[in-house]
């Protein structure tokens, strides 16, 4: 028979695809399902970028192409970095791959002996822990809860560090939580970091174009120079351009972590799609107004998400600073019965309650390693939020 390989054994199908999967069945039996559980913008790629796509079909721009990305693509991050974040990388201290996943991917098999540690704040990224197990790290989970903002303190930091420990993960602003870092909030960590020489860096930027309330986004490695040689800013297209199914991800660090990554892709995939590579270049060199509407877009519905669910006996959701995610404290549903008398233990049966009876697909905060929370992505039209927060909340009323 069939036995999977030790490496992967621990890790099974993300959650959050196995309740998109339950929801879409449902909807096609016929059941009015209204879908929270997308981690992308209902947006469309714009179009000057589906432009460029179609000009590189056109003039033949469908080869392989440089391992880990073209020069214009480098040259385009590169004056990103510059530009938005103050940060100045060499173009050989610049890697491309196939969507942000791969970057890390690439990171963690480059750099990861069997045993070694990558201390990750909770709630996460579902596939942080994944992908260091996948490459035989060991991830460290440190719970940050709703009192700390969902933010890492820099006690904690400082105890979860051993001789073992290679990485730091850190997401802002957070998927699931949406919780930011401010450059205050980073300041101590960095601090923390500094006395501890043998421990990397890794920032997840991606959502760093949708931050509210004048909210300043900041990255490390600008922050703080003397942690730059050790520091991966890991950033891409997906979100900020509405661009999830182009799969181009980057990161700017020190050039012997690049050219180990590179390594690791050079044998997994040989080089992202030239085509989409094109359409990047437009991304980020092209005009960027349009993100400000978006977020402008994105705020309106966070606010009505969050004050419906405030609204909520039993629910407690904190004002996240970005990323189009709220992640929602339920305590006060556990214990209680539904009305087909099952009683509400875990966020997973509470999850699996609004799916069965208000129709309403949410990813417990089980999937991203926090109990008892869960998540829904408001990234979709204001009058499905309205009917799907209505719902909750008649759900919610009808526990005993
Ligand atoms: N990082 C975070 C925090 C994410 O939420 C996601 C996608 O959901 C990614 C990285 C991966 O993005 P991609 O592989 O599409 O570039």
Redesign the pocket.
């Known amino acids: 028979g069939f036995a999977p390989a030790s490496r992967i054994s621990t890790i099974g199908v993300s959650q959050i695809l196995k309740i998109g999967a339950r929801a879409q069945a449902m909807k096609r039996d016929g059941k009015p399902v209204i879908i929270l559980g997308a981690?992308?913008p209902d947006f469309d790629t714009p179009d000057h970028v589906k432009q460029a796509a179609c000009d590189a079909i056109q003039s033949g721009k469908t080869k392989y192409t440089a391992l880990d990305g073209t020069p214009e693509l480098k040259q385009a991050i590169r004056d990103k970095f510059a530009r938005e974040n103050g940060v100045s990388y060499a173009l050989d201290e610049i890697t491309v791959a196939t969507?942000?996943?791969?970057?890390?991917f690439n990171a963690m098999m480059a750099t990861l002996n069997p045993g070694d540690e990558v201390i990750i704040p909770t709630p996460y990224?579902t596939?942080y822990s994944d992908i260091v197990e996948i490459a035989e790290g060991k991830p460290v989970l440190i719970a940050c809860d709703a009192e700390a903002g969902f933010r890492l303190k820099a006690q904690q930091l400082e105890k979860a560090i051993t001789p073992k420990t290679r990485w730091v993960m850190l997401?802002s602003p957070?998927?699931p939580s949406g919780a930011a870092y401010s450059a205050e909030d980073y300041r101590p960590l960095l601090d923390v970091l500094l006395k501890h020489p043998h421990v990397w860096l890794l920032v997840?930027d991606?959502?760093e174009h949708i931050v509210y309330d004048g909210f300043k986004f900041v990255t490390p490695a600008a922050l703080e120079p003397a942690l730059k040689s050790r520091t991966l800013t890991?950033n891409?297209?997906?979100?900020a351009y509405a661009m999830?199914g182009w799969?181009?991800?980057y990161a700017g660090g020190p050039r012997d972590l690049i050219k180990a990554m590179a390594v690791v892709q050079s044998q997994a995939t040989s080089c992202p799609s030239s085509i989409s590579q094109a359409a990047s270049v437009a991304a980020l060199n092209g005009p960027q107004d349009f993100l400000k509407e978006r977020t402008a877009s994105f705020q309106r519905r966070r606010d009505l998400v969050v004050s419906a669910l405030n609204a909520i006996d039993g629910l407690d959701c904190r004002t996240p600073e970005g990323a189009f995610y709220t992640f929602s404290g339920c305590a006060g549903m556990l214990g209680k019965t539904t009305p087909g008398g099952k009683r509400i233990e875990t966020d997973t049966d509470f999850c699996a309650y609004l799916l069965d009876d208000a129709h309403v697909a949410v990813v417990p905060g089980s999937a991203f390693g926090l109990s008892p929370f869960f998540r829904i992505s408001y990234a979709t039209s204001e009058a499905e939020l309205r009917e799907a927060l209505e719902r909750i909340a008649k759900a919610c009323a009808a526990l005993r």
């Open positions: 981690g992308e969507g942000a996943k791969q970057i890390l990224w596939s997401n957070s998927n997840d991606m959502y890991v891409g297209v997906s979100k999830t799969r181009i991800g």
